[in-house]
Every structure is written in C-alpha cells, then in structure tokens.
C-alpha cells in the first residue's frame, strides 16, 4: 500500500502542509517528517522508513542517513519521534481506557510538546558544537 502511495504521488501531499513546521522549526528534510507522520502506524520502523523514503528521493547513496542529514538533524529526529504521539495500538488503548476526548488531549499533548523540544534542541545543540 505505502508503495503505491509514493508510485501515485500521493505520500508526498502530506508533506507540504507540514514542510514550514518540519524545515523551518525542526530543521529536518521533507522525508523525515513523512516518516514522522507515517511512524504513528508502525512508530519501530519510521527509522527504517526513512532511509527507504530518503533512497527513492535521493538515490543509493543515501543508504547512509549522514549522506542527507547532519548528525544534528538524526538527534531532532529521534528525539521528536521518541516523544510524540505513540502507534495506533496505544491510541486505540487510550481511547477505549480513558475515553476518547482524553485521548485525543494526550495526542495533542504530546505532538506540541514533540515538536517545541524538537524545535529547542534543533536551535541549543549547535550551542554546543553539534552540527
């Protein structure tokens, strides 16, 4: 299914609405914040997925993730993953166990503050030295 997504175009249609958030505030490549959205189903392997997206973008030598993103870049994308919303099996378990307007806050909850820590690394860490 994710195959004919991408061979039809219409993976990439997620990614305008979220490019200003995911380039400009996260300093992530396009690609990453498809598999950011996409990770909600299967949250495991969006590091997977994006190396896959990124070699159909990029061509096959992009199997390396420094080939198209800083080490800075890999951090804000683990770290944003890592805190936001969890897979659809957690959802569907929130939703039955606290309700589902709940659930939807915590979803809320944990996007905004994926995104914010996200965004305050990817603006910090340079601060440091990593680039």
């Known amino acids: 299914m994710l195959g004919s997504l991408f061979e039809t175009g219409c993976l990439w249609v997620v990614v305008e609405p979220i490019g200003p958030l995911v380039q400009g505030l996260l300093g992530l490549p396009a690609v990453a914040g498809l598999c950011l959205v996409l990770g909600v189903l ?3 392997l969006a590091l997977e997925l994006l190396v896959a997206l990124a070699i159909v973008q990029y061509g096959p030598s992009a199997s390396s993730l420094l080939f198209f993103m800083s080490p800075l870049q890999i951090f804000v994308f683990a770290l ?12 569907a ?39």
């Not at 944003?80 to 959802?91: D, H, S």
């Open 42 to 44: 299967r949250k495991e």
């Open 80 to 91: 944003v993953l890592t805190i936001y919303i969890p897979c659809v099996a957690t959802i």
């Open 93 to 131: 378990v929130l939703g039955r166990e606290l309700g589902w307007k709940n659930a939807l806050l915590i979803m809320a909850f944990t996007i905004i503050l994926a995104v914010v820590i996200g965004g305050i690394a990817y603006r910090i860490l340079p601060l440091f030295g990593v680039r």
